[in-house]
């Protein structure tokens, strides 16, 4: 044969071979798109007539037109992961992320020898993971997240040697991590968080992953506690264990593991002492310890952490003062040391922390004042340092860190008055000062608040009239001025049309309109004021109201009927005021009144409105101190009543005969004469329903007393 017989030979050889191959390639993918559903015709691409997949989407080839990637991330597809891919020899990456993708992790999965990449995550995967996986010596990344997989992560997970990194978090996986997780040598990110049936304790063996850089095991059963062997570990940079129940001490040897930024470890029982080797951690950049079981102090040493951003110790045991070192943070954003146990002063070195953003030391027995340079955290927006006990004035220089938005000082001790350039911060949205011994005024400057959401500052000595400007904050949705001493009207509110909440009870409080209030309104409490007038028919266009306390006024007049249209009402407080006329039918039309109603010390007459039947959700009702008259029949229905006071009224008859109405006390219903319990024989108001049994009383009385006398005349005659 001539050499160019030969040379054509080969060449149709390896022609037939490479079309031999494509053929191939292409029935294994035609074979699973038969199996793909798809609204949008995603894949049309894959189509036999064009011979060459390395042109369909999602395909990548290699020079030899061999498959080497399939892409699909995000495709909206439905269906199977594919089991036929085995003709794609050269197939390293299969990235089917973000879909609709159901069922199992095929067994076949194991004959894909060229693997190096599997990212299944965010599907709806379901069964276990098969040992088949085991046998992909290739494989680097394996990306299983957020799917619905079950059973444990195989023993034999071990026998990947190549792998760099493993996501199991999201699924609802179970059982231990087994101990050949050790033998992963060349992993480099382990997360198997948000499992939350996975248990038992970290395998000592997990230090020999040497260069393990992330640890995720938050939102787990796992329990124990973290072994001493983690300063193993010289290239973590994050570990994330939060949410779970681990227990004992933090090993000091933490302190070994010199690459690491994030430590996350809140939502757990650790006690014990915050270990000194934290302060040795010159790249940590997250400490996360809240909600633990934490005592002793805060190490000074963490001062010495110069890249720590924020740092949360809250709702633990500590004990003793806030270190100064703190002031050495520069980078410090987040101090978060609330619902602990310590004391002294907040320390003025905490005012050269220049980056601080969120400062909070609530819940704590810190005292004196507050340092005068904190007006000197010009990047602060929020500061909590409510229920203390911390003494002197509010600093005026607070006001001096512009993009302050929340500032909650309540429940603590301090006097004067709100600084007024506290009214000037244009980001304040949250202002809570409540029990302190605040006084003076508060000044229209507060009308520069724009932003201002909430407002508290109920119980505290703060006097004068309410002014005008508040109801120019438009993004008002709570206010609480009671328990002060304001005086003259509630002024507008209706261009704050987001306001659900307003209290000013126990003030001295003269007049309010319904009209100048929004319909937004949900909680409305004037009680304990001085209001005079009537109840106009305008609070009927408050319908959104679920709460209306009145009580302790001078209100006169008659209810309107229009309460009627305040059909959200759980709660109707009119108690000690001046009305006077009958009940109107319309209270009793409420149907969603089941807190409480409260009508007493009024000068109410008449009937108890047929309609209050319909409450049977009402669980405390107090008709008490007026002049009410007839049955209380009606009440007999209101099968949810858990107090009642009728007590003081004209009321008669038998009460009724329920369970309820049985246990009451005869102090519920005292004056009311005529008003009687269906058993009771020795009250007077009932007397008529007892005189046959007072007669056949009298009589075998009279009787003994005939006998007696006869006796006593017989006795008399024998002895003449």
């Given at each position: 044969m001539s050499p160019y017989a030969v040379l054509f030979t080969s060449l149709c050889f390896v022609f037939l071979f490479q079309y031999s191959l494509a053929d191939n390639q292409v029935e294994a993918l035609m074979r699973w798109k038969n199996n793909l559903k798809s609204s949008t015709n995603t894949l049309v691409s894959w189509n036999p007539a064009n011979p060459n997949p390395c042109t369909w989407l999602g395909i990548l080839c290699d020079n030899d037109n061999q498959v080497t990637e399939i892409s699909l991330q995000s495709a909206m597809l439905e269906g199977p992961l594919p089991s036929t891919l085995k003709p794609l020899h050269h197939l390293t990456t299969l990235v089917l992320s973000s879909m609709n993708l159901h069922g199992k992790i095929p067994e076949e999965w194991g004959d894909y020898q060229s693997i190096k990449m599997i990212d299944i995550s965010n599907n709806y995967i379901t069964g276990e993971i098969p040992n088949a996986i085991c046998r992909l010596q290739s494989l680097k990344f394996m990306h299983l997240k957020n799917n619905s997989i079950e059973g444990s992560i195989p023993t034999c997970i071990g026998d990947l040697s190549n792998l760099i990194s493993l996501t199991l978090y999201d699924n609802q996986l179970n059982g231990h991590i087994p101990k050949d997780i050790g033998r992963l040598n060349k992993i480099q990110e382990f997360r198997?968080?948000?499992?939350?049936?996975?248990?038992?304790?970290?395998?000592?063996?997990?230090?020999?992953?040497?260069?393990?850089?992330?640890?995720?095991?938050?939102?787990?059963?796992?329990?124990?506690?973290?072994?001493?062997?983690?300063?193993?570990?010289?290239?973590?940079?994050?570990?994330?264990?939060?949410?779970?129940?681990?227990?004992?001490?933090?090993?000091?040897?933490?302190?070994?593991?010199?690459?690491?930024?994030?430590?996350l470890l809140y939502k757990n029982a650790i006690s014990g002492s915050i270990p000194s080797n934290i302060g040795r951690l010159g790249n940590l950049k997250i400490l996360y310890l809240w909600q633990n079981r934490l005592v002793g102090h805060i190490p000074y040493e963490l001062g010495s952490c110069p890249n720590l951003e924020m740092l949360d110790l809250s709702i633990n045991f500590l004990t003793g003062s806030i270190p100064t070192s703190l002031g050495n943070l520069s980078r410090l954003e987040t101090l978060v040391l609330g619902d602990n146990h310590l004391s002294g002063i907040i320390p003025v070195e905490i005012t050269r922390c220049n980056s601080l953003t969120d400062f909070r030391v609530p819940n704590n027995n810190l005292s004196g004042e507050l340092p005068r340079g904190i007006g000197n955290l010009k990047s602060l927006n929020r500061f909590h340092a409510y229920q203390n006990t911390l003494t002197g004035s509010i600093p005026e220089c607070l006001g001096n860190s512009e993009k302050l938005g929340e500032i909650d000082l309540s429940i603590n001790r301090f006097v004067g008055s709100i600084p007024e350039k506290i009214f000037s911060l244009r980001n304040l949205s949250i202002l809570i000062l409540f029990s302190n011994n605040l006084s003076g005024f508060l000044t229209p400057n507060i009308g520069s608040c724009k932003k201002l959401f909430r407002f508290r500052v109920n119980q505290n000595k703060l006097g004068g009239i309410i002014p005008s400007e508040v109801g120019s904050l438009k993004s008002l949705n709570f206010i609480d001025f009671s328990d002060n001493?304001?005086?003259?009207?509630?002024?507008?509110?209706?261009?704050?049309?987001?306001?659900?909440?307003?209290?000013?009870?126990?003030?001295?409080?003269?007049?309010?309109?319904?009209?100048?209030?929004?319909?937004?309104?949900?909680?409305?409490?004037?009680?304990?004021?001085?209001?005079?007038?009537?109840?106009?028919?305008?609070?009927?266009?408050?319908?959104?109201?679920?709460?209306?306390?009145?009580?302790?006024?001078?209100?006169?007049?008659?209810?309107?009927?229009?309460?009627?249209?305040?059909?959200?009402?759980?709660?109707?407080?009119?108690?000690?005021?001046?009305?006077?006329?009958?009940?109107?039918?319309?209270?009793?039309?409420?149907?969603?009144?089941?807190?409480?109603?409260?009508?007493?010390?009024?000068?109410?007459?008449?009937?108890?409105?047929?309609?209050?039947?319909?409450?049977?959700?009402?669980?405390?009702?107090?008709?008490?101190?007026?002049?009410?008259?007839?049955n209380i029949d009606v009440l007999s229905s209101l099968q949810s009543l858990v107090n009642l006071n009728i007590s003081y009224n004209n009321l008669s008859g038998q009460v009724p005969n329920t369970t309820f109405f049985r246990h009451l006390t005869p102090e519920d219903i005292v004056g009311n004469e005529d008003l009687y319990f269906s058993n009771d024989t020795s009250n007077t108001a009932h007397h008529h329903h007892d005189i046959p049994h007072i007669m056949n009383l009298i009589t075998l009385i009279l009787i003994c007393i005939a006998v007696v006398l006869i006796m006593f005349l017989v006795k008399l005659s024998l002895n003449m």
């Open positions: 198997a968080g948000g499992n939350h049936n996975l248990t038992g304790e970290i395998p000592l063996e997990i230090a020999n992953c040497s260069n393990l850089i992330k640890l995720g095991l938050a939102s787990t059963s796992i329990t124990g506690a973290i072994p001493t062997s983690i300063g193993n570990l010289k290239n973590i940079k994050t570990i994330a264990i939060y949410d779970s129940n681990i227990s004992g001490h933090i090993p000091k040897q933490i302190g070994y593991c010199s690459k690491l930024q994030n430590l001493h304001f005086v003259g009207r509630i002024p507008s509110f209706v261009s704050c049309s987001s306001l659900e909440y307003l209290d000013v009870h126990s003030n001295k409080i003269t007049s309010f309109v319904p009209d100048e209030l929004p319909k937004s309104l949900q909680f409305l409490d004037v009680s304990n004021n001085q209001v005079k007038g009537i109840l106009p028919s305008s609070i009927g266009s408050l319908n959104k109201l679920t709460k209306l306390s009145l009580g302790n006024n001078q209100i006169s007049g008659k209810i309107p009927s229009q309460i009627k249209s305040c059909n959200k009402l759980q709660l109707l407080d009119l108690g000690n005021n001046d009305f006077f006329g009958e009940i109107p039918k319309e209270v009793g039309q409420i149907s969603t009144l089941e807190i409480s109603l409260n009508l007493s010390c009024n000068h109410f007459f008449g009937l108890i409105p047929n309609q209050f039947a319909t409450l049977g959700m009402l669980t405390m009702l107090d008709f008490s101190h007026n002049h009410l008259s007839g």
